[in-house]
């Protein structure tokens, strides 16, 4: 593989057998994302870009490993700029909270432990506070097939790194839909674990109790790859929690809408003809289609910014913000202080809490055995209309993605075509935490029927 042969889309398998091949080298691919990122700054995927100066210490220890031995070796990835790499800035997408750590995260070491390369910290809508990729001090993130649309946030940066071709995969966040919106604006996996099966340690906080690190990939084995070496109970993570290893067996059902999902924003006639596709193939797999309420959902959902989870945000960055009013961008910080709202009392967390555990409960045993499929976005929006109205557009992004941790449910944002030419459409599959082994399979059957990656 010469410079001239790299791929426009970088993948872990397709790396892979490059340099078992001796088609290529970890150090030519290197310089070329270097190249890449150079061409694309116009898209602001990166806060800390690909650069030699901190990313040889890692292409340099390749040479003492066996590459058989570690399954990501001298795979580049994207770390989302939220999630610590040691001896790089984080920013959370804010500069004058920017800080050094001295050591990585949890997920990072495992990866990097793996033989994975980081090559850069990617842009994010600022705190992890928003779905659209435009909330960032550092510029509003393009889409990266069509840049006048949103990229979908907050893990902006990172979808547009893995569909620029300057990251075989990229780590996200996500607390309500993060890691999935801008996978499915582009046409990825967008792979979300159980809560607590991956360390978020090393991790600014959004919503700590339901903070979530997650990958984005062009396949659904890249993902998973990924997945084997991230995962695993963290000694040092108060969140980390030990989960049973997942069986893979079909649901025998396809929970879907009773009602015709919304659509919105000046795409939904092409995003309704999509999810009705969708719904084509999914009867096509030869597993009962089963009509939910979805009420349910939008209820838990509303929970997360109606409710005192909101207060959980202000306990871990008000007094940053406290302490340099005007610093955040604006809609971020008003997002923010309404978690200092007198209403969210002590009493109010617990009423919140107990009916969220009545929501669980309803929600298990309406997905016995089964999977729920939705849309994973009803729509996307042009930059220009996030900027007229960035709270409802951001609000909209949301609606089938909010309620995901709140009900410890696991989830993967799937392709499934396109809505129209260069617009692509994802549907998202849940399961609760216990039942991954589920989603997996059933990903791994949706995308074989469908004939795309797996």
Same mark, same amino acid.
């Given at each position: 593989?010469?410079?001239?042969?790299?791929?426009?889309?970088?993948?872990?398998?397709?790396?892979?057998?490059?340099?078992?091949?001796?088609?290529?080298?970890?150090?030519?691919?290197?310089?070329?994302?270097?190249?890449?990122?150079?061409?694309?700054?116009?898209?602001?995927?990166?806060?800390?870009?690909?650069?030699?100066?901190?990313?040889?210490?890692?292409?340099?220890?390749?040479?003492?490993?066996?590459?058989?031995?570690?399954?990501?070796?001298?795979?580049?990835?994207?770390?989302?700029?939220?999630?610590?790499?040691?001896? +790089?800035?984080?920013?959370?997408?804010?500069?004058?909270?920017?800080?050094?750590?001295?050591?990585?995260?949890?997920?990072?070491?495992?990866?990097?432990?793996?033989?994975?390369?980081?090559?850069?910290?990617?842009?994010?809508?600022?705190?992890?506070?928003?779905? +659209?990729?435009?909330?960032?001090?550092?510029?509003?993130? %393009?889409?990266?097939?069509?840049?006048?649309?949103?990229?979908?946030?907050?893990?902006?940066?990172?979808? +547009?790194?893995?569909?620029?071709?300057?990251?075989?995969?990229?780590?996200?966040?996500?607390?309500?839909?993060?890691?999935?919106?801008?996978? $499915?604006? %582009?046409?990825?996996?967008?792979?979300?674990?159980?809560?607590?099966?991956?360390?978020?340690?090393?991790?600014?906080?959004?919503?700590?109790?339901?903070?979530?690190?997650?990958?984005?990939? %062009?396949?659904?084995?890249?993902?998973?790859e990924v997945d084997r070496a991230a995962s695993g109970f963290h000694e040092a993570d108060p969140w980390s929690r030990r989960l049973p290893q997942p069986e893979e067996k079909p649901p025998l059902g396809i929970a879907v809408p009773a009602e015709p999902p919304m659509f919105y924003g000046p795409f939904a006639d092409s995003y309704r003809a999509a999810w009705a596709s969708a719904l084509v193939s999914l009867k096509e797999l030869g597993i009962p289609l089963v009509p939910v309420d979805t009420a349910l959902f939008s209820e838990a959902a509303a929970v997360?910014?109606?409710?005192?989870?909101?207060?959980?945000?202000?306990?871990?960055?008000?007094?940053?913000?406290?302490?340099?009013?005007?610093?955040?961008?604006?809609?971020?910080?008003? +997002?923010?202080?309404?978690?200092?709202?007198?209403?969210?009392? $002590?009493?109010?967390?617990?009423? $919140?809490? %107990?009916?969220?555990?009545?929501?669980?409960?309803?929600?298990?045993?309406?997905?016995?055995?089964?999977?729920?499929?939705?849309?994973?976005?009803?729509?996307?929006?042009?930059?220009?209309?996030?900027?007229?109205?960035?709270?409802?557009?951001?609000?909209?992004?949301?609606?089938?993605?909010?309620?995901?941790?709140?009900?410890?449910?696991? $989830?993967?944002?799937?392709?499934?075509?396109?809505?129209?030419?260069?617009?692509?459409?994802?549907?998202?599959?849940?399961?609760?935490?216990?039942?991954?082994?589920?989603?997996?399979?059933?990903?791994?059957?949706?995308?074989?029927?469908?004939?795309?990656?797996?």
């Open positions: 593989m010469t410079k001239k042969s790299i791929p426009d889309k970088l993948t872990v398998a397709g790396l892979r057998a490059a340099y078992l091949n001796g088609d290529t080298t970890p150090h030519e691919i290197i310089h070329e994302i270097i190249e890449r990122a150079d061409r694309d700054k116009r898209f602001n995927i990166w806060i800390t870009a690909p650069d030699l100066e901190f990313i040889r210490p890692y292409l340099d220890r390749l040479s003492a490993q066996n590459p058989l031995d570690y399954p990501l070796w001298g795979i580049p990835f994207a770390i989302k700029d939220n999630i610590d790499l040691g001896g +790089v800035p984080t920013t959370a997408g804010c500069p004058e909270y920017s800080y050094t750590p001295e050591q990585h995260s949890g997920v990072v070491e495992r990866l990097i432990a793996a033989g994975a390369i980081p090559v850069g910290k990617s842009n994010l809508d600022q705190f992890a506070t928003g779905l +659209v990729g435009t909330r960032s001090p550092y510029g509003e993130a %393009h889409n990266a097939l069509r840049p006048e649309l949103i990229s979908g946030g907050s893990s902006s940066g990172s979808a +547009v790194a893995v569909a620029r071709g300057q990251a075989a995969f990229s780590l996200g966040t996500d607390t309500a839909g993060s890691g999935r919106v801008p996978a $499915a604006l %582009h046409g990825l996996v967008g792979w979300k674990p159980s809560l607590g099966s991956w360390p978020t340690v090393g991790v600014v906080p959004a919503c700590a109790s339901l903070d979530c690190v997650t990958v984005m990939a %062009h396949t659904l084995a890249d993902a998973l997360l910014y109606g409710g005192p989870w909101v207060a959980e945000r202000w306990a871990d960055l008000g007094d940053f913000i406290e302490a340099n009013p005007g610093t955040a961008f604006p809609v971020t910080e008003t +997002v923010l202080r309404s978690g200092a709202a007198a209403e969210y009392t $002590a009493a109010s967390v617990f009423q $919140a809490m %107990h009916k969220l555990q009545g929501f669980k409960l309803e929600a298990r045993k309406l997905l016995k055995d089964a999977v729920l499929v939705l849309p994973t976005a009803g729509g996307t929006w042009t930059r220009e209309q996030v900027r007229e109205d960035p709270v409802f557009t951001n609000s909209q992004m949301g609606l089938y993605t909010n309620h995901c941790n709140l009900l410890d449910f696991c $989830a993967v944002s799937l392709p499934a075509g396109e809505a129209e030419d260069h617009l692509p459409f994802g549907i998202s599959l849940f399961t609760p935490a216990e039942e991954e082994g589920r989603l997996r399979a059933f990903a791994r059957l949706y995308l074989k029927n469908a004939g795309g990656d797996q």
